[in-house]
T-cell receptor, first 116, second 113 residues
Framework: GAVVSQHPSRVICKSGTSVKIECRSL??????MFWYRQFPKKSLMLMAT?????????EQGVEKDKFLINHASLTLSTLTVTSAHPEDSSFYIC????????????FGPGTRLTVL | SQKIEQNSEALNIQEGKTATLTCNYT??????LQWYRQDPGRGPVFLLL?????KEKRKERLKVTFDTTLKQSLFHITASQPADSATYLC????????????FGTGTQLKVEL
């Protein structure tokens, strides 16, 4: 149980284009979903927290107009990187919680974004 | 600001031995401390969670300790196997609600035959 999927797993795009990444909880309803970014050999950096039906809460330094997050249902959250530039190239990972006490997060497999 | 330190150097051990990884933090203690495993190019996988009022937690070959006086957690893998080779991340939850985890940089473990 507690499976989270991400799509696509890998995307290459040209500078200036927008890229949408989907995160789905497959066998549970995710009350909260999280988006992280990870650089090589670095830790996961939380970008934003989203609750179904409400606006995402962004971490300090993360541009909300650059990284659009939509959490339209209890099983789906999307991250759109708008007008992507090479410095946006990174590994993006989503996670989800089912609301149970304890707080463990279930992570998706990640999306490798390369902006040319 | 809160800092989380994990040994950045890779840990190489022989199969069958016990691997011990450390996670040190500064300032105040988290309500929960979690350990995750991450394989290259993959998302982290949850392993164990320990609460601030617990000193030790076990799950099969895994054991986690939490010392709020030392501000340290130790993660042990007994009877290690090559399949245990991965990067292990500690994550601190200061809010207690699981809504914000702060991750360490992880320690790479390599178990050799």
């Amino acid at each position: 149980g507690a499976v989270v999927s991400q799509h696509p797993s890998r995307v290459i795009c040209k500078s200036g284009t927008s890229v949408k990444i989907e995160c789905r909880s497959l066998d549970f309803q995710a009350t909260t979903m999280f988006w992280y970014r990870q650089f090589p050999k670095k830790s996961l950096m939380l970008m934003a927290t989203s609750n179904e039906g409400s606006k995402a809460t962004y971490e300090q330094g993360v541009e909300k107009d650059k990284f659009l997050i939509n959490h339209a249902s209890l099983t789906l959250s999307t991250l759109t990187v708008t007008s992507a530039h090479p410095e946006d190239s990174s590994f993006y990972i989503c996670s989800a919680r089912d609301g149970s006490e304890g707080g463990e997060q279930f992570f998706g497999p990640g999306t490798r974004l390369t902006v040319l | 600001s809160q800092k989380i330190e994990q040994n950045s150097e890779a840990l190489n051990i022989q199969e069958g031995k016990t691997a011990t990884l450390t996670c040190n933090y500064t300032n105040y203690s988290p309500a929960y401390l979690q350990w995750y495993r991450q394989d290259p190019g993959r998302g982290p996988v949850f392993l164990l969670l320990i609460r601030e009022n617990e000193k030790e937690k076990r799950k099969e070959r895994l054991k986690v300790t939490f010392d709020t006086t030392l501000k340290q957690s130790l993660f042990h893998i007994t009877a290690s196997q090559p399949a245990d080779s991965a990067t292990y991340l500690c994550a601190l939850d200061f809010t207690g609600g699981g809504n914000k985890l702060t991750f360490g940089t992880g320690t790479q473990l390599k178990v050799e035959l």
